[in-house]
């Protein structure tokens, strides 16, 4: 039996603060990712890459997609080392202020036609600046919300940066509906597709006030007032751990790769696109309302995973997730194609039922996985290493599969085995649920003892 959990005291004041801080922060972050991945799939290639030609022009666009997740690791080591050892806090802020920033710049960058090929090196130092940003900013999130968690509702306090991911592409999904219908045909190419990058703005300074008056962590704020930060987590992380960031890691990825179908923009690209670039020439603006309507689904069913994780655990309602997420894969791109823009829209929703199923409880599954004077470098190495491994590359995958193959069932059956390496993992990674995360039971050498005996 496990024993009871000791979580270090939070007020109920604080934690409205973090959980308000985490969805707020975590949506500003991934809305920005999704403008840049909607942009890629809809415009980038024309404007920053048109000299490659009509096929490589589109894969270069999506490959930069792909881009900031290899400098997700290298994010994910700085920001964990120092968090860890500075705390949670500042690490949100400064993650916060990067993505804001690389956002912002692509919005006022001038197109190759004006300057170049400088245009798309421009782009790409962008994007490698929004992957650090990326890499570091989850897994500050996740710890400042379940590290807040009353006893028993972990899961549920999971959730709320989790929710960042859907909610940012409602609203992504949202601008670029509207620039859709105010700047319609090329004056969207022309400008329209800048307006959402620049009003980033806005959000980053809402976001900065938010993140700047949120308390400490209660774990890390024992581990400074202790003086027990470990000198090197990274290295305690790679030499200690190993086999629980490569689960984590193929854990995350399996959503990843699936999630990116609709986060990375692949399917609104290809249901969007005209039928001369490739695409099936469906109205943009009504697919963007169709992935909108998808992207409820998705905040739904991450919520609803939460609570359901605290009260079954975190592996059975993962597992069912990934059954889910199956079921949703195999018919998608048939409705997409011979559905219409109804199509589009029963498509996504299905996938993205699924999706919240294995993407709501991982948060604090991973952060009930490593202990606490490590936990910022183990789950933010975990999530980065999976992004690459599931997520950098999924929507370049599958439109060289589509290409090479002439069918989507190639693209069904690349992500049905992404699906099965999540659900192998799920299946091989302890279920921690209500572990202690206070650094006294680490300290006293109970996490190993817990560690191994849990599942007895």
């Avoid at 860890?84 to 001038?110: E, F, H, K, N, S």
């Avoid at 959000?203 to 962590?217: A, H, K, P, Q, Y």
């Avoid at 299905?350 to 183990?378: C, D, H, K, Q």
């Amino acid at each position: 039996m496990a024993q009871t959990a000791v979580s270090p005291v939070s007020t109920p004041a604080e934690r409205r603060k973090v959980v308000a801080a985490s969805i707020i922060g975590t949506t500003i972050e991934w809305y920005d990712f999704f403008i840049y991945a909607f942009a890629a799939n809809l415009v980038l290639a024309k404007l920053f890459f048109e000299p490659a030609g009509p096929g490589m022009m589109q894969i270069l666009s999506l490959v930069t997609i792909g881009l900031s997740f290899l400098f997700r690791p290298l994010g994910a080591f700085l920001a964990g080392h120092f968090g860890d050892r500075l705390g949670r806090q500042p690490m949100l802020v400064i993650t916060l202020l990067l993505m804001g920033i690389a956002t912002v710049g692509i919005g006022l960058l001038p197109t190759y036609q004006s300057i170049g090929i400088a245009a798309p090196i421009l782009l790409i130092l962008f994007r490698i600046l929004q992957g650090l940003s990326a890499g570091g900013e989850w897994g500050g999130a996740v710890l400042m919300s379940v590290e807040h968690a009353p006893q028993g509702k972990r899961g549920l306090f999971g959730i709320f940066p989790q929710l960042g991911v859907p909610f940012g592409m409602l609203l992504a999904s949202a601008m670029l509906a509207l620039m859709r219908v105010v700047a319609p045909g090329d004056a969207f190419e022309e400008w329209g597709w800048r307006v959402p990058f620049l009003f980033s703005v806005v959000l980053i300074v809402v976001g900065f006030i938010i993140r700047r008056t949120v308390n400490e962590s209660p774990v890390f704020a024992e581990i400074a007032e202790t003086k027990q930060q470990e000198s090197a987590p990274i290295a305690q992380i790679f030499k200690q751990h190993l086999p629980l960031v490569i689960l984590s890691a193929l854990l995350f990825a399996g959503n990843n790769a699936v999630g990116y179908m609709l986060t990375g923009g692949y399917v609104q690209g290809l249901a969007s696109r005209p039928t001369a670039d490739g695409g099936l020439g469906y109205d943009p603006v009504q697919v963007q309302l169709a992935v909108l309507t998808a992207a409820i689904v998705w905040a739904i069913f991450t919520y609803l995973s939460g609570p359901l994780s605290d009260r079954y655990g975190r592996k059975p309602i993962m597992i069912v997730g990934w059954i889910v997420q199956a079921a949703g894969v195999i018919p998608l791109f048939q409705f997409v194609f011979t559905g219409g823009v109804l199509g589009v829209l029963l498509g996504t929703c299905l996938l993205a039922i699924g999706l919240g199923l294995t993407y709501g409880p991982a948060a604090v599954w991973f952060a009930e996985t490593f202990p606490a004077s490590i936990r910022y470098s183990g789950i933010s190495i975990s999530y980065a290493l999976g992004g690459v491994i599931g997520g950098a590359f999924a929507p370049t995958i599958a439109q060289l599969l589509l290409q090479a193959f002439g069918s989507t069932w190639a693209i069904v059956a690349y992500l049905l085995v992404m699906t099965g390496l999540g659900l192998l993992a799920s299946i091989l990674l302890r279920d921690r649920s209500n572990i202690p995360l206070d650094l006294e039971f680490e300290r006293s050498g109970q996490w190993k003892t817990w560690n191994s005996a849990a599942q007895k």
